[in-house]
């Protein structure tokens, strides 16, 4: 289902040109996007992070004209939004609560910031330790609204494995940009710097540690202060610089992909062109390999499965998907650089160089472990690739699928009768005659029960709208 969706949104176009120079919502330029619906072309702006209207309404046709008075009101709808969420302000009471030497405190979830319970009676209060401070995501409850701030925490054995991928590589400097679990977990010999668009984080980490930040428009909501920050910890990384991304799997690639490609222009102006590109881990699932690829990065998946202790079905336990979480990270490290995790379900692939999942198998043909969601791959002569096991080759399709699948042949058919014109098989034609002497001579003939409303409707089922639907 998930798969479905993202395919249904990359018909809609992203333009990127003068990104900065957009109408602005509260967290940022907008992005102008391109669709049609019902045959009608549409250029619009929009919010950058979420589609949902009762967090961000901003929409703007291209072609409506941009008024003073509307950017004024823009521009006050922006301030409203930034009111009440100054770093220092709200990390002042961190520093506070350090000072006191108390045991254990408060923390308000909806104003955000350390306190005493007086004046939060009626707010949702979490109680911590002193110890919990070094560990802020242990404090915060974990937003998991799909289509707002859907918010997952690596596992322990997730988190882990991305530590052993920073020492095993050699990391000195670790940005990370919408992973808060390993940020935290980093040892202090790591500089590391974490962005998020979380402003809860604002009451828990210094703005040294921390900045707040749109991955989806490269916006810092502090402007040039936070943006400098960055500028300072990337000129101190030089060519050590390791990224480590976890976005929302709905969010629009083109857009992080700008994230990145801003990054790696500060990395150039401040080094100079020659220097090496940032190590680059971006957590995503599997089926978006191909669309990964096509943005020139230089990412290959790493076959890891990368598993949430807040995700039911990406836990990689009980309760979860039968194939496991379908989260893998896709990096420009080369795989044969990366540790072998401590597990039963991965194994070296000696003809590949790097590890894989033990249940995949090296094809001679390919020369590559080929399966790409756990279950096992069989090769294809006729397509000269492969694929699942359950796939069946369409001399039709010319291509491999699932047997139930509606291949180009039926398409085609559909679409001749959706454009009024009926395809007659040799059969009908005899019976039409047959029934035209028939109604000559006064006299009706029957066809039985495969006329109109007889058992031959029963056969239509699976394959169309009507049957299962495959979940990724």
């Not at 919010?47 to 941009?66: E, L, N, P, Q």
């Not at 069989?378 to 491999?400: L, Q």
């Amino acid at each position: 289902m998930f798969q479905e969706k993202m395919e249904k949104a990359s018909k809609t176009e992203v333009s990127l040109e003068d990104l900065a120079r957009n109408p602005r919502c509260p967290h940022g330029p907008t992005v102008l996007f391109k669709d049609s619906v019902k045959g009608k072309k549409r250029k619009y702006y929009s919010c950058s992070a979420y589609r949902d209207k009762k967090t961000c309404g901003f929409h703007v046709d291209k072609s409506s004209k941009i008024t003073p008075g509307k950017r004024m009101n823009w521009t006050e709808q922006e301030n409203r939004f930034l009111k009440h969420k100054n770093h220092a302000e709200r990390y002042k009471h961190f520093i506070d609560f350090r000072s006191s030497q108390k045991q254990d405190g408060f923390f308000c979830q909806k104003c955000e910031i350390i306190c005493d319970k007086t004046g939060h009676e009626d707010h949702t209060i979490t109680r911590f330790s002193a110890a919990d401070l070094s560990t802020p995501s242990r404090i915060l409850e974990a937003k998991a609204e799909n289509k707002k701030e859907a918010q997952f925490f690596f596992s322990e054995s997730s988190r882990d494995y991305l530590l052993k991928v920073v020492k095993k590589t050699g990391g000195t400097h670790v940005l990370c940009i919408g992973t808060p679990t390993l940020y935290e977990a980093l040892p202090g010999s790591i500089k590391k710097l974490f962005l998020d668009i979380d402003t809860r984080y604002l009451g828990l980490l210094s703005p040294e540690q921390f900045c707040w930040f749109n991955m989806m428009n490269f916006h810092f909501f502090h402007g040039d202060v936070a943006k400098n920050r960055l500028r300072s910890f990337i000129r101190s990384a030089g060519s050590n610089l390791t990224i480590f991304l976890d976005p929302p799997f709905g969010g629009r690639m083109e857009l992080i992909h700008h994230t990145i490609q801003s990054i790696q222009s500060i990395l150039e102006q401040e080094m100079g062109r020659g220097v090496s590109k940032p190590k680059l881990c971006w957590i995503f699932p599997y089926f978006m390999e191909r669309k990964l690829k096509e943005l020139g990065l230089g990412l290959e998946m790493c076959e890891y499965r990368v598993s949430y202790i807040n995700h039911k079905e990406y836990s990689g336990g009980e309760g979860g998907r039968n194939l496991g979480s379908p989260v893998r990270f896709f990096t420009n490290i080369p795989l044969s650089s990366l540790p072998l995790p401590n597990a039963d379900e991965y194994k070296q692939c000696t003809d590949c160089g790097f590890y894989v999942s033990s249940t995949n198998i090296h094809c001679k043909e390919c020369n590559a472990c080929t399966s790409k969601d756990g279950r096992p791959y069989v090769h294809c002569p006729d397509c000269s690739r492969c694929v699942k096991e359950t796939y069946v080759h369409c001399a039709d399709c010319v291509r491999c699928h699932l047997p139930a699948f509606k291949c180009k042949k039926e398409n085609e058919q559909a679409e001749d009768n959706a454009d009024g014109v009926t395809t007659i098989k040799p059969q009908a034609v005899e019976k039409q005659k047959s029934s035209e002497q028939s109604k000559k001579s006064g006299k009706r003939k029957y066809f039985g029960s495969r006329g109109r409303g007889g058992n031959n409707n029963k056969q239509r089922g699976g394959g169309g709208r009507g049957g299962k639907r495959r979940k990724f």
